[in-house]
């Protein structure tokens, strides 16, 4: 268990790679190298789950990690959650688990999360619409999200454009319309007892997300995946004001290395009593740990 009173902050928003590395006959090497081309990251094969531990370890932060199950949509394998829970308890000093689990699987997928909270310690879980390939607010995902709001645990979605497939032929298939923040403005309503984030800065949508976070009490937004040097001057607005308490800090390991987003969330102007709320004090109370 994560000891939280000593960890300087928590990064709510890092994925899971599998130790055997990626799978050469689906694609996945090619989509992995062109996004750390992409982001500029310093690696060729992303980190596994236990060198994620140990660099967050050194750093002293605590990480939610997840994986993303997107091969119906996409043919990738996906790295199973159970595998993820195991390799993560292993770290439990320093990682937080999250799930994933494709919508389009009901009562298979909702029977999943069920015994992944009760059984493995799985502590929320992951969507990625525009990978998973289905609109947020689609019926059909309703029968997994009835089992996670069941269970307390928080629902982070992805929002906005996507490194994923960026500059590769017709962007790999990714389809950004599904990632539109208001989609999940009715998940909202529909859980209003069920913690939701949305994740990263939602360019072309910012100012979307803004407003469902501000209008909905169990809708919170995580900021990785941008450099705070690039936030929009709205989002770094609302966030040392109307949304000071429900904003995450978040990476998005390992495409932005943490330690590299804080000295980026350091020079920006961010106020001096709303820089410990984002770097953990909000994350603990979402969590459940405060």
């Known amino acids: 268990m994560v000891d939280f009173s000593k960890v300087r902050a928590i990064d709510f928003h890092t994925h899971a790679e599998e130790p055997c590395g990626c799978h050469s006959d689906d694609g996945y090497d090619d989509l992995q190298t062109t996004m750390a081309k992409y982001f500029g990251a310093p690696w060729e094969h992303p980190p596994t789950i236990a060198d994620t531990a140990a660099h967050y370890r050194a750093m002293n932060i605590a990480a939610v990690i997840f994986p993303v199950d997107a091969e119906r949509e996409t043919g990738y394998r996906r790295y199973n959650n159970y595998e993820v829970a195991e390799a993560c308890a292993a770290e439990s000093d320093i990682l937080i688990p999250f799930a994933s689990i494709d919508p389009a699987k009901g009562k298979l997928g909702a029977r999943e999360a069920r015994d992944l909270v009760e059984n493995h310690g799985i502590q929320g879980f992951k969507f990625h619409p525009t990978m998973q390939g289905f609109y947020p607010n689609d019926r059909a995902a309703y029968t997994l999200y009835e089992a996670i709001a069941e269970t307390g645990k928080p629902a982070l979605f992805h929002t906005g454009q996507t490194g994923v497939g960026s500059g590769m032929p017709g962007g790999n298939g990714m389809r950004?319309?599904?990632?539109?923040?208001?989609?999940?403005?009715?998940?909202?309503?529909?859980?209003?007892?069920?913690?939701?984030?949305?994740?990263?800065?939602?360019?072309?949508?910012?100012?979307?997300?803004?407003?469902?976070?501000?209008?909905?009490?169990?809708v919170y937004i995580d900021l990785s995946g941008w450099s705070p040097k690039y936030f929009p001057p709205i989002l770094v607005r609302y966030a040392n004001t109307l949304l000071k308490k429900k904003m995450l800090f978040g990476s998005d390991w390992p495409m932005i290395?943490?330690?590299?987003?804080?000295?980026?969330?350091?020079?920006?102007?961010?106020?001096?009593?709303v820089r410990p709320l984002i770097l953990k004090e909000n994350a603990m109370r979402l969590l459940g740990v405060a």
């Not at 913690?195 to 997300?209: D, G, K, T, V, Y």
Request: hydrophobic letters at 45%; a negative charge; aromatic letters at 14%.
């Open 257 to 273: 290395a943490p330690e590299k987003w804080l000295d980026a969330f350091d020079a920006a102007e961010f106020r001096d009593d």
């Open 176 to 218: 950004l319309k599904y990632s539109n923040p208001m989609y999940i403005d009715d998940v909202a309503v529909d859980f209003p007892d069920m913690p939701i984030i949305l994740a990263h800065p939602s360019f072309p949508w910012q100012e979307e997300a803004l407003a469902v976070a501000t209008h909905k009490p169990n």
